[in-house]
């Protein structure tokens, strides 16, 4: 991510600033919404996420929320529930909910910035990836889970993890 190094000359600069030069950067589609809000639309294998980014003067916190339709049927909700807990466990920097009124599968993450702490493209760049990373990861699980016969723990045999290595 050092390539967007240049496009942040000041140590003052607003974490949502960051994060639109890491969206130009890749060439997401992204929307400034607000001072402190960008949302944008980042491709996956499976599907497309939709991602906002807000930031909290008050806490001290960028907070990311990626999103992706999923209505199961309603029978099957107390399998998606668990299946997140067991997808939950795998995860360290993140974590999924769903939102049922809204019928959308959440990764949530929260970087904390205390201190006046500054948050680094680098830093923003892997906060982005990992949500990509862990939707696409799962998103298989929650499929089957939703649609399919397989119990939650079968689901989550068939999520990729991470490859470690080179071929």
Same mark, same amino acid.
């Given at each position: *991510?050092?390539?967007?190094?240049?496009?942040?000359?000041?140590?003052?600069?607003?974490?949502?600033?960051?994060?639109? $030069?890491?969206?130009?950067?890749?060439? +997401?589609?992204? /929307?400034?919404?607000?001072?402190?809000?960008?949302? *944008?639309?980042?491709? @996956?294998? +499976? &599907?497309?996420?939709?991602?906002?980014? $807000?930031?909290?003067? &008050?806490?001290?916190?960028?907070?990311?929320?990626?999103?992706?339709?999923? /209505?199961?049927? $309603?029978?099957?909700?107390?399998?998606?529930?668990?299946?997140?807990?067991?997808?939950?466990?795998?995860? +360290?920097?993140? @974590?999924?909910?769903?939102?049922?009124?809204?019928?959308? *599968?959440? +990764? &949530?993450?929260?970087?904390?910035?205390?201190? /006046?702490?500054? #948050?680094?493209?680098?830093?923003? /760049?892997?906060? =982005?990836?990992? !949500?990509?990373?862990?939707?696409? &990861?799962?998103?298989?699980?929650?499929?089957?889970?939703?649609? @399919?016969?397989?119990?939650? #723990?079968?689901?989550?045999? =068939?999520?990729? @993890?991470?490859?470690?290595?080179? !071929?």
């Amino acid at each position: *991510m050092a390539q967007t190094d240049h496009f942040i000359a000041s140590d003052e600069i607003h974490p949502i600033d960051i994060v639109e $030069a890491v969206a130009t950067h890749h060439e +997401w589609d992204f /929307d400034r919404l607000a001072d402190d809000q960008i949302a *944008m639309v980042v491709e @996956g294998q +499976w &599907r497309s996420y939709s991602l906002t980014l $807000a930031w909290s003067p &008050r806490e001290e916190v960028l907070r990311l929320i990626c999103t992706f339709d999923l /209505d199961p049927p $309603a029978d099957r909700l107390p399998l998606i529930y668990e299946t997140i807990n067991l997808a939950n466990d795998q995860v +360290w920097d993140g @974590g999924f909910t769903f939102w049922t009124q809204q019928r959308l *599968m959440v +990764w &949530r993450y929260g970087l904390v910035l205390a201190g /006046d702490a500054l #948050a680094l493209p680098e830093q923003i /760049d892997q906060m =982005i990836g990992s !949500a990509i990373t862990g939707c696409e &990861r799962f998103y298989p699980s929650f499929q089957l889970v939703g649609w @399919g016969d397989a119990t939650p #723990a079968a689901a989550l045999d =068939i999520a990729l @993890g991470r490859a470690y290595g080179r !071929a």
